[in-house]
């Protein structure tokens, strides 16, 4: 019964924000491992940040610095705040979740994720 809904995304100019947002249901924020991909045309789909179960973050490098992950996890939501944005960041975000609760987070790559948001667009131009 895990559900996730993604918002937020939009078109920015070069160096500038966009937070992003994913509802969540059906998952216990304390104990389950949330994440941020994307998938841009003729890429495969990469993963963007972790957060776990007790707050621990991770994130891949090309955004390192740039992005931050979060949780809500009264109001059941993630966050990803993007600053100083490039064009390479344009792509179809996702947010997703493990399905296994686990308090460490996995490898940052989709097959280690199992529920998907329907995807938000962002687009960065230059």
């Known amino acids: 019964q895990v559900q996730l809904v993604e918002s937020g995304g939009g078109s920015v100019q070069d160096g500038g924000s966009l937070r992003l947002s994913c509802a969540a249901s059906?998952?216990?924020?304390?104990?389950?491992?949330l994440g941020w991909f994307r998938q841009a045309p003729g890429k495969e789909r990469e993963g963007v940040a972790a957060?776990?179960?007790?707050?621990?973050?991770s994130y891949d490098d090309s955004v390192k610095g740039r992005f931050t992950i979060s949780k809500d996890s009264a109001k059941g939501t993630l966050y990803l705040q993007m600053n100083v944005l490039k064009p390479e960041d344009t792509a179809m975000y996702y947010c997703?979740?493990?399905?296994?609760?686990?308090?460490?987070?996995?490898?940052?790559?989709?097959?280690?994720?199992?529920?998907w948001g329907q995807g938000t667009q962002v687009a960065v131009s230059s």
């Open positions: 957060i776990d179960g007790g707050g621990g973050t």
């Open positions: 059906g998952i216990s924020f304390s104990i389950y491992c």
């Open positions: 997703a979740a493990v399905s296994t609760p686990r308090f460490y987070c996995p490898r940052l790559v989709p097959q280690n994720y199992n529920y």
